[in-house]
């Protein structure tokens, strides 16, 4: 552990921690550097448990008492930055007190996440980081097998991604598909069955298509937050499918909402059966 | 429809308008006229179908024709205001072009919505306006007959809970507790079996929990987003139940994805059957 008092924000030791609000530049920051920041102590731990290799850790000094167990654990530089000078560096109040910048590692490519893979959930265009972050913590908590996102899909490591997961894209095996155009061939080369969620007619309820595909390998397809899946994708699966509605006015559910319940249906013991 | 062109944004008649951002103000200027707010053409129409009481309407000059069949249904003043002035009087870019203030009507009584009622969600501390508006939505999309707020409970009827729950607040049938400790006796008294979620040693899963009380009437209780449920809320439950977890490092889900699980499981047919 190597703790270095750093008084000025903007010195370049801390540029991993630039603005980051400030969605655009983060993503060119990040792309370039191959980095991404983790927030507060646990999901720092978590990224640490996961094997993530740090790049720096930042405290802010008023926490810095409270967290000298975290800074002993990182193999590191540690900053030290008073709390004016962090607000602004980073743009906002880091009222958890502690920031990790980490290497991004190369990720597995679709085969590698779908060897032995049964249950699968692809996500076409889910553009929000909050509901990327959200999906994730619900597919790694109830034991989907791997999530395949989509080339247009928000990024699991993205700052906020990573904060409103909890840590859970650290947990959660996946890959992004290179190819939206022929991307779901890789996926029905090994066997599984493509279902995709829609609301559309002819969609069966989610627990009975389980029950139906209780032995095959299923891959289940959500789309993004406003359009749900592209036509191309909806042509392409084996059989549509759907969370049924009450038939109020209300007439879907959000895609974090959908996803869970759709993780929850994936995942029961026997395929859907209670 | 009466539509007025107001130039100052410093304008009384937008009092209602009057920085939209600010929590702490609005939720004082809501409590002392009794008003909500509504944001974009569709879920200020599902405001207007749920019976709710216009007091006035605000379309920015940039959306005035493509909203006319809006102003149209409105009977109340529809005031068209600059791009500018909006952005000015609001504190936001209202880009759906629409705002409407509408008159709240009492809430009905606990017991008026458990009325034949048979599965209810509780909500104890869900402080966060965005986590009421979708597990309003939730509710409401999959057929809860009620839902009771603890005392603390953020508002349904707060713009950022309306527009989350793409006006599904408007359709769920809800109350409010005004006794935070004695108020799970209404429930009790009414013969319903009150279930916890909770993570806890001791709780069954929700399913199989479910599936004995077929018969029974049901209250489902969740907490807030970080403590989860009091100890006494805890502590008056008949069963503690659980989503099951896959044991990965992730050990809960996030409260709107595991609302809308329970929510779910609350509404299949035959109370938990597949």
């Given at each position: ?10 010195d370049?030791?801390l540029?991993?921690?630039?603005r980051?609000r400030?969605v655009?530049?983060?993503?060119s920051?990040?792309a370039?550097?191959g ?5 507060g ?7 640490l448990a996961a094997?993530?290799a ?16 975290l ?5 590191a530089?540690?900053?030290?930055v008073?709390?004016a ?12 007190g502690a920031?990790a ?6 990720l597995?490519?679709?085969?590698d996440?779908?060897r ?7 996500l ?5 980081h909050?509901?990327?972050?959200a ?8 034991g ?12 699991p ?11 859970a ?10 190819d939206?155009h ?9 066997g599984?069955r493509?279902?995709?969620l829609?609301p559309?007619p ?17 891959a ?13 994708w909806?042509?392409?699966a084996?059989?549509?499918?759907r969370?049924p ?7 879907s559910?959000n ?11 994936l995942t ?7």
């Amino acid at each position: 552990m190597d703790v270095i008092e750093v008084p000025d924000p903007g010195d370049p030791r801390l540029a991993d921690y630039f603005r980051l609000r400030d969605v655009n530049l983060r993503k060119s920051i990040e792309a370039e550097h191959g980095l991404f920041m983790a927030e507060g102590d646990k999901v720092i731990r978590r990224a640490l448990a996961a094997g993530f290799a740090p790049r720096s850790l930042l405290l802010t000094r008023r926490r810095l008492e409270a967290l000298a167990d975290l800074a002993a654990e990182v193999d590191a530089p540690v900053y030290v930055v008073g709390d004016a000078a962090v607000e602004r560096l980073t743009g906002f109040d880091v009222h958890r007190g502690a920031l990790a910048s980490f290497h991004r590692r190369p990720l597995p490519e679709p085969g590698d996440v779908l060897r032995g893979a049964r249950r699968v959930v692809v996500l076409e265009d889910v553009l929000d980081h909050t509901n990327v972050g959200a999906i994730f913590r619900s597919a790694a908590g109830l034991g989907v097998d791997a999530i395949l996102l989509a080339p247009r899909c928000a990024d699991p490591l993205y700052r906020r991604s990573v904060k409103v997961s909890m840590g859970a894209v650290f947990a959660q095996p996946y890959s992004r598909l290179t190819d939206w155009h022929g991307g779901l061939d890789e996926l029905r080369g090994r066997g599984f069955r493509l279902l995709a969620l829609t609301p559309g007619p002819g969609a069966v309820p989610l627990a009975d298509a389980l029950v139906r595909e209780a032995d095959a390998p299923v891959a289940l397809m959500l789309g993004s937050e406003g359009d749900g899946l592209s036509s191309r994708w909806l042509d392409q699966a084996d059989a549509g499918v759907r969370i049924p509605m009450a038939g109020r006015e209300v007439d879907s559910l959000n895609v974090t909402a959908a996803a869970a319940i759709a993780c929850y249906e994936l995942t029961r013991p026997a395929g859907g059966a209670a």
